[in-house]
């Protein structure tokens, strides 16, 4: 069993042992001694044989058998022919190995593609026409990576095709879901031991991108960004986008995750070249066991970290943020290095574990030795827990996360021998006393000067312990983080906001926000944050924690590297932001915004929304910022609203009229955004120009006269898709109406942005000729932008 095991080790680009599954994506091995085939096609009587391959016309990808390092089993697949040996494999045919490459052979045969070995046929496509007299198919490896069997006397008569079979990994051009020329219904599959999964449309949210993940039976909703593919057949399919033609990217799916993979070149070093995940869902370890990998545990912070005695696979790939490639040991097992059954192994024990870890074996052992020994006695056992009852761990542990408090779970993990053959018993024994020693020395001078610098904090610290994944920071750690908030990064009506960086093997850039004024007493403060703090979408800002200290108050927030969308909307200082990325801004936000009006337990009505408070990362995605703020400040909310300069602009008419301020005010404020979006402009900037010099009223004119391109930012000079110009517009103008009822919800929003229903001419709103009048006889809507 243990050799088997090694054979079927899934893994990824280099250096790795190889998956011999068929539906495995990362097979990360060069083509044994492989010899390029003349043509792109193999027609009946002809084929490749042994370590011939069929290259597509653009050169681009490959078609061959391979070997999944050792040399010994070997299996046909499609890869990148320009890559690095060790790229992966997007397609693979035989579920049976081929042993003897030399005698092995791809032929089409009777309308379909065989593989043989010896003259013994391991594995044939299907789909050959039905019938006596099967077409002349030939064999044919397109361009975009797609291998297909096609009649000859009509090549576009697809017999049979790999897009149809994508197993693990999904090209650009390739679809999941309803094939309707077909019938069948596409799927991303993954088999490997212990664990499979699969990816599937979910026919239940039609043109919303919607998925399902299923790991060992257990189903994750979750949606693709509108990026990265496109909805078909009224949302029964997906297909994956194809990137510019200079970006090299695939869909993978792996463990309980799924990933955008885009290779990274490095013209400095090779070795520093490789995939890296452009998008990854689930994108927190909370969601996903199998998010961390192989004895990667989650913290709660909602990234991975090692078991003691194991440190990351691919360092480089835990930098960046995708975990799944999991941890290895420090030091060998003894019986891996040496080759034998006995030991010099140890166990240490894992406590503050949550749960245990997945799949363990029942044995039984009726001791705590008897189990160890168990354990021992087997070179692939990994750990073992003994309460009432013997349960072992063979090979790896998966599904692992640290516990924030008691009860614990303990578990005795296997550590290597080198460890104590390195340093010796005696000699351990005296590192470990003077290292006691120099601690305990260090402690009695320390300890008393740290309590008198931080004790106010120590003291805060205790009394506002949180549950849950947001985390206490002292005002020390702050202060630190910010270099006694040094870096500003604005100013606004809640508060002033700081840049800062807290310390360690990954060093978090945050945002952290002081917020002005008393607001909620201490123990509301806490229940408040607590409630925001569980909010987590992917266009909603994460909070990562909180400090609290006297009357001030700090919320710290993860930090976007691309600033607010008002400094890339109205400053000339910045790069233009093309329309593909505006209507991708401007649907991001109605998701966001329809996650807490509709997917949160309690609605949460943002009330501020505004460029201000639209943050985008370093994909120029939408993060909602500043939400939950009405909970947080309490009864000083809505002056702290209203003191903000420029956000009077914003506000629906229920707010100065007083009548009572439901979720579609945020549906106003985000009609107000997207002319802006649309614009590049502030709508509360008067025209210099017509008769309409308030700009919302100019454009709700524009939009009745279907002449929405001239609403559209002058820097575009006109490229943008009209049909996407005049949707968006329309939905802002139904977004501003006078009265709420007009208003869609912000559901109904996204469905129009989508494209899903129809959206009508709305109407121009009356009151905007006297709100004009107004503006202009206060001052309100000044020249200034």
């Known amino acids: 069993m243990g050799a088997v095991k090694r054979v079927f080790t899934l893994s990824r680009p280099r250096e790795r042992a190889l998956a011999t599954s068929p539906l495995v ?10 010899a390029a085939f003349a043509g792109d096609n193999i027609v009946p009587g002809d084929g490749i044989s ?25 299996f046909l697949g499609v890869r990148f022919k320009k890559m690095p040996s060790t790229s992966p494999k997007f397609w693979v045919g035989n579920r049976v190995p081929i042993t003897d490459l030399s005698a092995s ?17 391991l594995w044939c496509s299907s789909g050959a026409a039905a019938g006596p007299s099967p077409p002349a198919a030939a064999a044919v490896l397109l361009d975009n990576g797609n291998l297909v069997v096609r009649d000859q006397a009509n090549s576009s008569r697809i017999l049979w095709q790999s897009f149809d079979y994508p197993g693990d990994s999904l090209l650009p051009g390739a679809r999941l879901g309803l094939d309707r020329d077909t019938g069948s219904n596409i799927s991303m599959t993954y088999e490997h ?32 960004p509108d990026w990265m593919v496109t909805s078909q057949d009224n949302g029964s399919s997906l297909v994956l986008n194809r990137p510019n033609p200079n970006v090299i990217e695939f869909l993978q799916l792996h463990l309980g995750q799924v990933s955008l993979m885009r ?70 097992l003894s019986c891996e290095a040496n080759g034998q059954t006995e030991h010099d192994d140890s166990f240490i024990l894992t406590d503050k574990l949550q749960g245990l870890p997945y799949d363990p074996q029942d044995d039984l052992a009726e001791s705590d030795e008897d189990c160890k020994q168990a354990c021992f006695s087997n070179c692939y056992c990994v750990a073992y827990v003994y309460d009432s009852g013997c349960k072992l761990w063979y090979d790896k542990l998966y599904n692992m996360s640290f516990a924030s408090r ?67 920071y002292s005002y020390g750690q702050i202060k630190k983080a910010t270099r006694s908030f040094s870096d500003k990064l604005g100013e606004g009506g809640f508060g002033s906001v700081f840049r800062g960086t807290m310390p360690g093997p990954e060093s978090t850039a945050i945002a952290v926000k002081s917020l002005k004024g008393r607001g909620h007493a201490d123990k509301q403060f806490r229940a408040e944050v607590q409630t925001v703090g569980v909010i987590k979408h992917t266009n909603l800002v994460r909070l990562l924690g909180f400090c609290v200290k006297g009357d001030m108050r700090l919320l710290v927030y993860e930090y976007m590297p691309n600033g607010s969308l008002d400094s890339h909307l109205f400053s000339e200082r910045s790069s233009l932001l093309n329309w593909d990325v505006r209507y991708r801004i401007a649907l991001g936000i109605a998701k966001g915004l329809a996650y807490l009006h509709e997917g949160c337990e309690d609605c949460i009505i943002h009330c501020d929304i505004k460029p201000e408070n639209i943050l985008l990362d370093e994909e120029f995605c939408v993060k909602i910022s500043d939400f939950g703020m009405a909970k947080l400040l309490g009864r000083e909310f809505n002056s702290a609203l209203t003191t903000i300069r420029g956000t009077i602009g914003y506000l629906a008419p229920e707010w100065i009229s007083g009548q009572a301020i439901t979720k579609k005010a945020d549906v106003y404020s985000f009609g107000i955004v997207l002319l802006e979006i649309v614009s590049g402009r502030r709508t509360t900037k008067r025209l210099r120009f017509g008769d309409h010099r308030y700009f919302p009223l100019y454009a709700a004119a524009q939009v009745n006269e279907g002449n929405v391109m001239c609403l559209l930012d002058d820097r575009l000079e006109g490229n943008a898709n009209v049909k996407e110009v005049d949707i968006t517009c329309r939905v802002a103008c139904w977004c501003i109406q006078d009265d709420k009822n007009d208003r869609p919800s912000i559901g109904q929003v996204v469905r129009m942005l989508e494209g899903v229903v129809d959206t009508e001419i709305p109407p121009i709103p009356p009151s905007f000729h006297n709100l004009l009048m107004e503006g202009e006889s206060s001052g309100i809507y000044s020249d200034e932008g």
């Open 25 to 34: 994506l990362l097979l990360g091995c060069a083509f044994f001694a492989v």
């Open 50 to 74: 042994g370590n011939e391959t069929l290259v597509s016309k653009n050169g681009e990808f490959e078609l061959g058998f391979f070997s999944p390092g050792d040399n010994i089993h070997f």
């Open 105 to 121: 052979a791809l032929e089409v045969f009777s309308g379909s593609l065989c593989i043989k070995e010896a003259g013994a046929t």
């Open 193 to 224: 031991y212990p664990h499979n999964g699969s990816i599937s449309v979910d026919q239940s949210r039609r043109n919303r991108n919607g998925f399902v993940l299923t790991t060992d039976g257990l189903d994750i909703l979750g949606t693709f």
């Open 263 to 332: 290779w990274s070149e490095d013209s400095a070093s090779a070795n520093k070249s490789g995939w890296v995940a452009r998008w990854t869902f689930p994108s927190d370890c909370k969601s996903s066991g199998f998010f961390c990998g192989s004895f990667g545990a989650c913290t709660s912070n909602g990234k991975c970290d090692c078991l003691d005695g194991f440190e990351p696979s691919y360092p480089v790939e835990w930098g960046l943020g995708y975990f799944v490639t999991g941890c290895s040991r420090s030091l060998p």
């Open 406 to 472: 008691p009860p614990y779970s303990k578990v005795y993990v296997r550590w290597g021998s080198k460890l104590r053959a390195k340093n010796g018993p005696h000699t351990r024994a005296a590192i470990l006393l003077s290292v006691t020693g120099f601690i305990a020395l260090a402690s009695v001078i320390l300890i008393p000067a740290f309590l008198w610098r931080y004790r106010r904090d120590l003291f805060a610290c205790r009394k506002f312990e949180v549950e849950g994944s947001l985390v206490f």
